[in-house]
């Protein structure tokens, strides 16, 4: 299927809220939905990829002009890995645009840029049809712990 990537602008705001919110009901089960996500972190968000582009990207998955998808990138500079490292915070696609290779090609033609040393993800153990695409694509279960300590 033939989509184009563009950047987040401050006029599509409201549709960008509604996908992050599509996927966090997607995603979460039904006690943890209203926790997960919300506004303030959403605004945060957007406002960080406008300030500071080479922390926070936000681009738009468009089939003719029409929006379709998101995808929430941030980078970090791995010792480990030797380089920087682009972290797929958030992909998301609207329900009828699923399975039509949008993710698939996004991803391969991110893993072929010469600027980033790895890309990085987090799954839901649940989500058994993004576990299969990633593993098709290369990635794999790092045998470590995920931790989080939140401020």
Do not use: C
């Not at 009901?25 to 997960?36: F, G, I, K, T, V």
């Not at 958030?90 to 993710?103: C, D, M, V």
């Not at 993800?121 to 695409?133: G, P, Q, R, S, W």
């Amino acid at each position: 299927m033939e989509f184009t990537i563009e950047k987040l602008k401050q006029g599509e705001y409201s549709l960008y809220e509604n996908m992050v919110f599509g996927l966090y009901n997607d995603d979460a089960d039904e006690n943890q939905q209203d926790s997960l996500m919300n506004s303030g972190k959403i605004r945060k968000t957007v406002e960080r990829s406008f300030t500071n582009p080479e922390q926070v990207e936000i681009n738009l998955f468009k089939v003719k002009n029409s929006i379709v998808g998101y995808v929430l990138l941030t980078f970090f500079w791995s010792n480990e890995y030797g380089g920087l490292v682009a972290i797929i915070d958030e992909l998301y696609l609207i329900p009828e645009f699923r399975n039509k290779g949008i993710a698939t090609t996004f991803i391969t033609e991110l893993a072929h840029n010469k600027n980033y040393s790895a890309l990085n993800l987090e799954v839901f153990k649940e989500n058994n049809a993004a576990l299969n695409l990633y593993r098709r694509m290369g990635f794999e279960i790092v045998d470590r712990h995920f931790m989080i300590k939140r401020l």
